[in-house]
C-alpha cells in the first residue's frame, strides 16, 4: 500500500499549488509538522489519495512520470481543468477504465480514472 506521491514543485509556488490541488481538484490540504513545513512545499489528500509537493530549487516538471488517481466525478473533473485553462487529452487503451491526462500548475503530469459504468 502506498503511503503518499511526491511531485516537485518550485520555489515559492505554494499558493499557486493550492489554487490547483484545492481549488481545482477539490482535494484538502492537510498540515505538514513544522520541521518539514520549513523546508516549504505542501501536502494534499483526498478520495483515498495523498499527494505531497516538495520544492526543488532547479524544478523540472515531471513531463512522463505521473500518478493516476480514480474520481468517480471524471467528466465534471474535466470540465473543470478545461475551465481553469488545464486542457485534458482523454485515452482509451486501457480496458475497464476511462481516463484522461493534465498537467497541473506547475506542468507535472497527471492522470485521472474511472471505471466505465
Known sequence: MIH???L???PGSEGASRAFY???????EQPKPP????RG???FSGYGAELHL????DFRP???AHPALLRPDLDALADRLIAAGHPVTWGDELPGLRRFHTHDVHGNRLEFLAPHP
Open 4 to 6: 503518499h506521491v511526491q
Open 22 to 28: 484545492v481549488g481545482v481538484l477539490g482535494l484538502t
Open 54 to 57: 516538495g520544492v526543488e530549487d
Open 8 to 10: 516537485a514543485c518550485p
Open 62 to 64: 515531471a513531463r512522463k
Open 35 to 38: 520541521v518539514l513545513a520549513a
Open 41 to 43: 512545499g505542501c501536502w
